[in-house]
């Protein structure tokens, strides 16, 4: 086992549940000590007594990530019971408001767009804000590190409100590399698909099923989706196929590397904005003129 994490503080905002617990779970494994916050105290206490059960340091605490107030307490958190804080990791996320109804764009209300970026968009500006005024005072550098989407590439179909707040979350993680650089505070997304939490789209009460859609949703077929995933293994993508890359982000291992958005898992991305030619091969969709034309000015 590596210890990219001996000796280094992290908090990860939504950390109760999904990929964010997963995170705080394998840093805790590589000897760092972990702040876990959720909005849902419970979550955020049982996640933080099932690092410490597996022999990891951790404290669990409720934090909203659309507070400022909030993330000062997390990274208070983190000063008061590690001595210090090296990355924030903000993490934490909701879905489209309407998902699962036939409500369209148009007729979404304003508020559903203020509660999504509230959490998505200006919980990363705020995590980011109270991070850097303690790495500033600390003077040695740090490093962030946004959970946004491969949504905050390319439009889902029915996820509008949730790809324009991806889309800022990446933005204002840019910028947050752009103005730190000199300081040594580097800044990152990760943008993951699949092998992510249904917990997502379920409702607050429901249980933390700490696993991903494919390990959850039936037998495993690899074949099965093939213009959507193109990576599929012999077993289904899972939360730490994605926080494995986290993990990287957040160590030393990507000292040099800021203000990219690096997607995680199965070549979805591509796949999605590739031309899509249906059954017909690449040669058949030029038009027989247009063919005509160039088989003529061949000879
Ligand atoms: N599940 C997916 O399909 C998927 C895909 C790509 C990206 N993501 C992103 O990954 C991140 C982690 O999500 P997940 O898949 O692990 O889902 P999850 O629902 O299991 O975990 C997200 C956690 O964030 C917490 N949270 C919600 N609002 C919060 C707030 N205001 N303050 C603090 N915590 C809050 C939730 O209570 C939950 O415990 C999110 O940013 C999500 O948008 C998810």
Redo the contacts with the bound molecule.
């Keep these: 086992m590596a210890n990219r994490f001996e000796g280094k503080v992290v908090a990860v ?9 997963e995170v705080a779970r394998m840093i805790a494994a590589e000897g760092g000590s972990v702040v876990v ?4 105290e419970t ?1 955020a206490k049982e996640a933080a007594d099932l690092i410490q059960s597996e022999g990891g340091k951790a404290v669990g605490l409720k ?4 507070s400022q107030d ?1 993330m000062d307490l997390l990274v208070k958190t983190a000063v008061d019971n590690f001595g210090r804080l090296d990355a924030m990791h903000a ?5 489209e408001p309407t998902f699962g109804t036939t409500t369209r764009l148009h007729e979404v209300g304003a508020a559903a767009w203020d509660q999504i970026m ?3 968009g200006r ?1 990363i500006f705020l995590a980011f804000r109270s991070a850097v005024t303690q790495l500033l005072k600390q003077g040695s550098g740090g490093v962030l590190l946004a ?5 905050g590439s390319f439009i889902y179909p029915r996820f509008p409100l ?1 790809a324009a707040s ?1 889309f800022a979350g990446n933005g204002i993680t840019k910028a947050f590399a752009v103005e730190y650089g000199p300081q040594g505070i580097r800044a990152n997304a990760m ?3 699949h092998g ?7 409702p ?1 009460d429901a249980p ?1 099923l700490g696993k991903s ?1 494919e390990e959850v949703g039936g037998p495993w077929d690899p074949a099965g989706n093939p213009g959507a995933m193109p990576l599929a293994l012999p077993t289904p993508p899972t ?1 730490r196929d994605n926080a494995n890359l986290a993990l990287f982000l957040l160590s030393d291992e990507s000292r040099y590397i800021s203000g990219e958005v690096i997607h995680s898992v199965s070549g979805a991305t591509s796949a999605r904005v590739a031309m899509n030619f249906g059954s017909a091969a690449a040669g058949d969709v030029v038009p027989e003129d247009v063919r005509a034309a160039l088989d003529s000015s061949d000879k």
């Design positions: 905002t939504g950390s109760g549940s999904g990929m964010g617990r916050s959720d909005v849902i979550r934090a909203d990530v659309t909030d993490n934490a996320g909701v879905a509230n959490v998505n919980g959970t946004t989407s491969a949504a949730y991806k943008a993951p698909f992510m939490s249904p917990n997502l789209l379920m607050a933390v859609y939360l």
